[in-house]
T-cell receptor
Framework: GNSVTQMEGPVTLSEEAFLTINCTYT??????LFWYVQYPGEGLQLLLK?????DKGSNKGFEATYRKETTSFHLEKGSVQVSDSAVYFCALRKDSGNTPLVFGKGTRLSVIA | GAVVSQHPSRVICKSGTSVKIECRSL??????MFWYRQFPKQSLMLMATSNEGSKATYEQGVEKDKFLINHASLTLSTLTVTSAHPEDSSFYIC???????????FGPGTRLLVL
């Protein structure tokens, strides 16, 4: 079946450090890939997405590239801020918006000043 | 982006009572809504998929008689936890999709505590 594996946290970084959160997936065909962010006490917010191979999603300084050859969608940011502290979820969806998302377990990021 | 609301945001109830959670799409018509459950420090687990006007499709292991889902309109879905027990305490999150639209929009979640 479809599944998403992301690196275990927690990840603790100093402000302005480089961030990478690894995500790999297992799926048949060509899923759409997503990163969601959950700030403390809040629901999930879409951070970025990519719908086909070699697409790069980007938002708020975060980037992720859909790599079909390595079945990966790693999240990166060049310089993290304290406000980026949150839980990040990698997810995939096989078909249209009417099909549910399959989530990874989430990676908690703490950025310290 | 589109907005999805959930009500209540937090509820505490006694064991044996029923709790209804509402999920509303505020500025778009949601043909499909999803209900997820999130345990502390864990990922979201899909409970059921509901399409407007039809019965919900439950994931394996989810009791449909315990978690009643109604999607009576294109902007409202409800999840009722019947005869709640302490093990039902969790964070319940809904998401909504407008159909072929790629993005699903998530509600802020409802934290349920059953005493």
């Amino acid at each position: 079946g479809n599944s998403v594996t992301q690196m275990e946290g927690p990840v603790t970084l100093s402000e302005e450090a480089f961030l990478t959160i690894n995500c790999t997936y297992t799926a048949t065909g060509y899923p759409s890939l997503f990163w969601y962010v959950q700030y403390p006490g809040e629901g999930l917010q879409l951070l970025l997405k990519a719908t086909k191979a070699d697409d790069k999603g980007s938002n708020k300084g975060f980037e992720a590239t859909y790599r079909k050859e390595t079945t990966s969608f790693h999240l990166e940011k060049g310089s993290v801020q304290v406000s980026d502290s949150a839980v990040y979820f990698c997810a995939l969806r096989k078909d249209s918006g009417n099909t549910p998302l399959v989530f990874g377990k989430g990676t908690r990021l703490s950025v310290i000043a | 982006g589109a907005v999805v609301s959930q009500h209540p945001s937090r509820v505490i109830c006694k064991s044996g009572t029923s709790v209804k959670i509402e999920c509303r799409s505020l500025d778009f018509q949601a043909t499909t809504m999803f209900w997820y459950r999130q345990f502390p420090k864990q990922s979201l687990m899909l409970m059921a998929t509901s399409n407007e006007g039809s019965k919900a499709t439950y994931e394996q292991g989810v009791e449909k008689d315990k978690f009643l889902i109604n999607h009576a309109s294109l902007t409202l879905s409800t999840l009722t936890v019947t005869s709640a027990h302490p093990e039902d305490s969790s964070f319940y999150i809904c998401s909504a999709s407008g159909g072929t639209e790629e993005t699903q929009y998530f509600g802020p979640g409802t934290r349920l505590l059953v005493l």
